[in-house]
């Protein structure tokens, strides 16, 4: 099970983080991300990182801002958003997988999501 938990309201250029807690498996063993969702769009990729933590591919739309990470031992992954703009307004969501390749596209496990949202 995944569950996440962080998002809130904050101005534009602020900060938030991101926490998602794992249970019930080896966490470590899953490749990790986050997609987010905007009201009307479709649900998007935001950044992913390997079970290892060594590869860590994001959106060009958060590149240069957010950063991804994990601590194994804690069972979570973390997505740390600074620069935030309206635009980042979304559901934001974790995800899980066996498979690096697959975890940017077609996760198998989902959290459920947390409301971020950026006023300007």
């Known amino acids: 099970q995944l569950q996440a938990s962080g998002g809130g309201l904050v101005q534009a250029g602020g900060s938030l983080r991101l926490s998602c807690a794992a249970s019930?498996?080896?966490?470590?063993?899953?490749?990790t991300g986050w997609f987010r969702q905007a009201p009307g769009k479709e649900r998007e990729f935001v950044a992913a990182i390997s079970g290892s933590g060594n590869y860590t591919p994001y959106a060009d739309s958060v590149k240069g801002r957010f950063t991804i990470s994990r601590d194994n031992a804690k069972n979570t992954l973390y997505l740390q958003m600074n620069s935030l703009k309206p635009e980042d307004t979304a559901v934001y969501y974790c995800a899980a997988d066996t498979s690096y390749w697959r975890v940017s596209v077609k996760p198998e496990y989902w959290g459920q999501g947390t409301q971020v949202t950026v006023s300007s």
């Open positions: 019930g498996r080896t966490f470590s063993s899953y490749a």
